[in-house]
């Protein structure tokens, strides 16, 4: 079974191996930071882009996005999984909100085909194996009910970081956040949303704001 505990494990395995101390978390990443600094005291500094988090305040649109997700891969329909996926963040301006499903999902399965056919190098993957591992995107949030609870303790700085065109359910667990942390920093980073970090988004924002929190420390990872 995928446990959410078996993953801070390992980032803490990478901790203690490089005397870090600072660590960045984005979506399910930023839920398994999160679980990490409630188990290992000794981090300093966690910063978290808009994690997922399953509340009562989140939980209908969450779940819904999973369950369409899950129906797609049942079918091998990997374009329609990465388009439920995607459209579960519902970033403002997104292509995919724009086109009906019968337009975008087979320009995916396309797209993802001729990619399968790629000869690819080291360490790089092909687009279905990617949209296929999105489940355990899913199952690190279907674990994260009650985190905020069991984080109450933390003592590590913390940095909440949010897109200004990411959808109100991404924004709801950072509200609680900062309810539970009142002198952790918010940051909302204009014009970009749940993607900002990534190449396709605007990564110097984010990359600007981690300098700033993590600046004169030991490295993040």
């Known amino acids: 079974m995928y446990l959410i505990d078996a993953e801070s494990e390992d ?12 660590v960045f978390g984005l979506s399910s990443g930023a839920i398994i930071a999160l679980q990490t600094a409630i188990l290992y005291p000794a981090l300093q500094k966690i910063a978290l882009f808009e994690p997922p988090l399953l509340m009562d305040s989140t ?14 891969i ?5 374009g329609n999984a990465f388009i439920s996926f ?8 997104s292509l995919m909100k724009s086109f009906p499903a ?7 399965n396309i797209a ?4 399968a056919k790629k000869k690819f190098a080291n360490g ?6 990617l949209i296929i591992a999105a489940k355990y995107d899913n199952r690190v949030a279907l674990q994260s009910q009650g985190i905020i609870n069991k984080a109450q303790n933390i003592t590590a700085d913390m940095l909440l970081l949010e897109g200004e065109n990411s959808h109100p359910f991404l924004k709801k667990p950072l509200d609680k956040l900062s309810a539970t942390f009142p002198n952790a920093q918010r940051i909302l980073l204009s014009n970009v949303g749940h993607i900002a970090a990534d190449n396709s988004g605007k990564p110097e924002l984010v990359a600007n704001e981690l300098t700033t929190f993590f600046k004169g420390g030991e490295k993040s990872i």
Do not use: C
């Open 74 to 78: 049942a079918k091998q329909d990997y």
């Open 112 to 115: 993802i085909n001729t990619d």
């Open 102 to 108: 019968f337009v975008t999902t087979p320009m995916m």
């Open 124 to 129: 790089k993957t092909d687009f279905k194996s």
């Open 59 to 72: 939980e209908e649109h969450l779940t819904r996005t999973i369950i369409n997700y899950e129906r797609a």
């Open 11 to 22: 980032i803490q395995a990478i901790l203690n191996q490089t005397n870090t101390r600072y």
């Open 86 to 93: 995607l459209k579960g963040t519902d970033d403002k301006g």
